[in-house]
Each structure stands twice: as C-alpha cells, then as structure tokens.
C-alpha cells in the first residue's frame, strides 16, 4: 500500500500563490506517475496536474495550464504543485494521487491510491 498526504493548502487572495506537497510512504514505487485532482463543493473530481515517474513528461488541464507547475523529487518521494496567479475559480478540496503505472493520466478511475486532501480557498 501506497500512502499519499497532502499539506499546504490555506487561505489565499486572488492573483497570490500557493504550493501545494504530497509526501508518499509506505510500500513507494519511485517508478509510479503521479498527479494532483480537486473538487469543488457540489462537483466531480476534476483532473488538475500529472508527472510521468522521472517528471520528464507533464500534462495540465487547460484551466491551469500556464499557471500551476507539478514537480517530483523521487529521492525524497515527494510531489510539488505550485500554483500561481489563483482565481476564485480554483477554490476545492484538492488531492494527489499515483498510479502504478509510471505514465501520465488524466483520468481519476486510472488512479490506485488517493491522499485525503487539502482545502485551497481563493478569494476575490
């Protein structure tokens, strides 16, 4: 078993930035693809970010794209999102992810292990 938590979200004002970490432990694969979902109160799960196992492939919804930047660092089993110029619009629960596969995937169902998440609130 894979364990994922999240850390980082807060309180932020529109045009500010966070970051966003996700800490693997347990049985880790540092050949395992990895990414970064949110929710927002009264919708699905919404793909955000994901990194291929050696973070040379990144893939982004087109609602982040140009402003949030996923990153991996394998020896420490870590996932970064770091996220900038925030809107109101981003407000959610967001959740990392992995996968066993080591390629990117946009699809939650394509994901085996999940954090609890992390509340990031934008406001305007």
């Known amino acids: 078993q894979v364990q994922l938590s999240e850390s980082g979200g807060g309180l932020v004002q529109a045009g500010g930035s966070l970051m966003l970490s996700c800490a693997a432990s347990?049985?880790?694969?540092?050949?395992?693809?990895k990414g970064w979902f949110r929710q927002a109160p009264g919708t699905g799960r919404e793909f955000v970010a994901a990194?291929?196992?050696?973070?040379?492939?990144?893939y982004y919804a087109d609602s982040v794209k140009g402003r949030f930047t996923i990153s991996r660092d394998n020896a420490k089993n870590t996932v970064n999102l770091h996220m900038n110029t925030l809107k109101p619009e981003d407000t959610a629960v967001y959740y990392c992810?992995?996968?066993?596969?080591?390629?990117?995937?946009?699809?939650?169902?394509?994901?085996?292990?999940w954090g609890q998440g992390t509340q990031v609130t934008v406001s305007s």
């Open positions: 992810a992995a996968r066993r596969s080591s390629e990117v995937a946009s699809h939650s169902d394509d994901y085996d292990y």
């Open positions: 347990g049985r880790t694969w540092g050949t395992n693809a």
């Open positions: 990194i291929s196992w050696n973070g040379f492939k990144t």
